[in-house]
C-alpha cells in the first residue's frame, strides 16, 4: 500500500528536502547569463530569469542553513563527523553570504540598462557579463563544496535524518556498525 511519511516534519526534518534545491537554482543560473551574452535580442528575459534562478537559489541556501542548524541539535558529533559538519556548516554561510553578492550585484547589471531606458553598447554588456561569470566561479564553488561535505556527512560518516512515525526528525552522526568494527571503535 501507497503511503507518505508524516507531514509537516518539523524543522529540522526539512534539511533533506530542501538542501539540493540551492544546488540546481544556483548552478543553473549562470547557462541563462551566457545564453544572454550570446542571444542579444533575449538577452534582458534571460537575465530576469537566471537573477530569479539566483534570488530563489539565494533564499533555499538560507532556508538550507536554518533547517541545517536545527538539524545539527540531533547528531552526535563524534570524531570526523565533528570537523566536517563545522566545516560544512561554514561553507554553507560562506555559500550564503556569496550568493547574495551575486545577486545583488546580478541584479544591478539587469536592471541599470532598465532603468536607464536605453541599450548599453553590446562591447560593454559582453565585458561585464563575462566579468561577473568569472566573479561567479566563486558562489559555485562554495555551493558545490557545501554539498560535497554534507554528502561526506552522510555517505562517509552515516549521518542521517529520518521521520519517525511521530513526524519527528532523528539524525544519527554514529558510525554504521560495520564501519565501526573495521575503524575498530
Not at 530563489?56 to 545539527?72: D, F, K, P, Q
Not at 547574495?100 to 560593454?124: D, H, L, N, Q, S
Request: net charge negative.
Amino acid at each position: 500500500m501507497f503511503s507518505l511519511p508524516p507531514l509537516p516534519p518539523s524543522w529540522d526534518g526539512f534539511h533533506p528536502l530542501v538542501v539540493h534545491f540551492p544546488i540546481a537554482l544556483l548552478l543553473s543560473a549562470p547557462v541563462l547569463v551566457l545564453m544572454g551574452l550570446l542571444v542579444h535580442r533575449h538577452r534582458h528575459g534571460l537575465n530576469v530569469s537566471a537573477l530569479v534562478l539566483m534570488l530563489m537559489g539565494t533564499i533555499g541556501v538560507w532556508l538550507s542553513l536554518s533547517t541545517g542548524e536545527s538539524a545539527e541539535e540531533w547528531v552526535d558529533e563524534v570524531g570526523a563527523v565533528k570537523s566536517i559538519l563545522h566545516d560544512h556548516e561554514e561553507m554553507a554561510e560562506k555559500a550564503w553570504i556569496a550568493s547574495i553578492v551575486a545577486t545583488v550585484v546580478f541584479a544591478a547589471y539587469t536592471a541599470v540598462p532598465w532603468m536607464m531606458k536605453r541599450e548599453v553598447a553590446r562591447k560593454w554588456t559582453l565585458l561585464a557579463g563575462a566579468l561577473f561569470l568569472a566573479g561567479y566561479v566563486i558562489p559555485c564553488l562554495a555551493v558545490a563544496n557545501t554539498a560535497h561535505l554534507g554528502g561526506r556527512l552522510v555517505h562517509e560518516q552515516g549521518v542521517r535524518g529520518r521521520l519517525t512515525a511521530g513526524g519527528v526528525a532523528e539524525s544519527s552522526g554514529a558510525l554504521p556498525r560495520e564501519r565501526e568494527e573495521d575503524e575498530g571503535h
